[in-house]
Nanobody, 126 residues
């Protein structure tokens, strides 16, 4: 599956953004979707993941209560609504997919995912 992320931009601290990631290719298969981010000079880190049905979600502690991941399978798109943004949320945000409906215990591991989007940049000014 190919992934195309969009929606990044510059926002003030406390503001909101919604990122989108459109999937194409073998979208007829079940797959788990996730968002990761990478700040300058840091490793890529897990943000959130959502199951094929949308019934299961998991978040990094740093974004829990502020970010909401969702998906629209009819549009083959996953979203992340980001509220109460902080300067430490700055980075390039990547969507990722794994061709499996299994809600694995290692969803936070970037090595679990075999498809990645190109990233969209988010800058939060303080």
């Amino acid at each position: 599956v190919q992934l195309q992320a969009s929606g990044g931009g510059l926002v003030q601290a406390g503001g909101s953004l919604r990122l989108s990631c459109a999937a194409s290719g073998r979208t007829g298969s079940s797959y788990t979707l996730a968002w990761f981010r990478q700040a300058p000079g840091k490793e890529r880190e897990f943000v959130a993941a959502i199951s094929w049905s949308g019934g299961n979600t998991v978040y990094a502690d740093s974004v829990k209560g502020r970010f909401t991941i969702s998906r629209d399978n009819a549009k083959n798109t996953v979203y992340v609504q980001m509220n109460s943004l902080k300067s430490e949320d700055t980075g390039v945000y990547y969507c990722a997919a794994r061709g499996s409906a299994y809600w694995a215990p290692y969803l936070r591991d970037r090595l679990y995912y075999n498809s990645w989007g190109q990233g969209t940049e988010v800058t939060v000014s303080s």
